[in-house]
């Protein structure tokens, strides 16, 4: 399979009449409850980042699923829960801003954990919402934590281990058109190169900065050269203080080499060429509070 590139669809659109059932599914939920694992282990490629630490997601993240009768795109949305802050209410509103796109919504709950108010408040959007809900309880290779129903529009599915989601599929495809599909087959998303390369750094800073700084972090990809054999990128890890542009270099015999080590060799993995990456560590103080900004990195 290859990145999909809409100009090559431009070009070249003589498969696009084949039908099949197809149209847009949005996947939403609370922080952690594996929708990102659940896209990655469908599509059989790393689509979405994932790390234990909730809110990883910020952006909607496209992902195409194919089989013989249907194209299914899917949704990867971020995190839906309550805050006042203005960087976490823009994350909000692109979940929620999915639904009108999408034919059906998969609401995602973590079966091993109780109950919050994140849960609350996402049940209060979705009687909003006037589209298909199934309703999709994660994480069932774990104890369970809470009563899951058994009735028509309820899935239990394990991402880990890669099950039920035959049963998943036939509940989305149910709700269907029969339509050309959108994308040529081989496809399977819509990511931009620059998005991807951000989305690995910034999951290698997630996982090595753990509680301390990961969502005061964001990544800006400032050039890319790409041969046939070598893939050249010069990137920048932001922060939103000096202290903290300092915990990214100096930190356990300089962490940003770290982050560099096990970001070059998954881009290698995932392009499968040589990767020269040039990576720094700048601050941008109050970059959550910049609206220019954030519109570039959430939409």
Known sequence: M???NLQDILDNTSD???EKKVWYVAIIGRPNAWKSTF???L?????????NIPQTTRKKVLAIYNDEESQIIFFDTPWIHKSERKFNEQINN???SSFKDAEV??????S????????KYIRSIMEMVNKPIIKVYTKTDLQSKINIPDNDNVVKIS???KQWFDELLNKVKSHLKTWPIYFPEEYYTKQDIYFRISEIIREKAFLNTKEELPHSVYVWVEEIEDTDELLRIIAYIYTETDSQKYIIIWKWWSLIQTIWKEARIELEKIFWKKVFLALRAKANKNWRKDEKLLKELLN
């Open 2 to 4: 290859i990145e999909l």
């Open 16 to 18: 696009l009449t084949k």
């Open 39 to 41: 896209v990655n282990s």
């Open 43 to 51: 599509i059989w490629e790393k689509i979405s980042i994932t790390t």
């Open 94 to 96: 692109v979940a929620i």
């Open 105 to 110: 919504i998969l609401y995602f709950i973590d």
């Open 112 to 119: 091993s954990r109780d109950w919050w108010e994140e849960e």
């Open 159 to 161: 991402s880990l281990l």
